[in-house]
């Protein structure tokens, strides 16, 4: 999975970039969920197996849920680190942001 870094705080853009990329994910993994969940319900109503294929069902189901628990575990941890890392109020379009003193150490 890609690792996405938090935005800069200062950075209008970039937090309403990180607002709209978390809110446009947020639709899409209800979606998913919604799919996934149709399709599960679907193959255990309505498939009648027996011995080997009903366990390798079973496998690829519980893969699936898997998947599902995933993708909404990492959704919902990102969406925790934006809301901690995020200011209330968004900075002013034109305002500069205020210069944060650098953790380098020339040598």
Not at 21 to 26: N, S
Not at 69 to 86: C, K, N, V
Request: proline share 7%; charged share 25%; glycine share 2%.
């Amino acid at each position: 999975m890609k690792r996405r870094s938090l935005p800069d705080p200062d950075s209008r853009t970039q937090v309403l970039r990180a607002r709209r990329k978390h809110t446009e994910q947020i639709v899409l993994t209800v979606v998913f969920t919604f799919v996934e969940l149709w399709a599960i319900v679907a193959v255990v109503v309505l498939l009648e197996a027996r011995g080997v294929l009903a366990v390798a069902v079973a496998v690829v189901l519980s893969a699936s849920l898997i998947a599902l628990w995933d993708t909404w575990r990492t959704l919902l941890m990102f969406g925790r680190a934006l809301r901690s890392w995020l200011p209330d109020e968004l900075p002013a379009a034109d305002a500069e942001p205020p210069r944060r003193p650098s953790n380098l150490v020339r040598l």
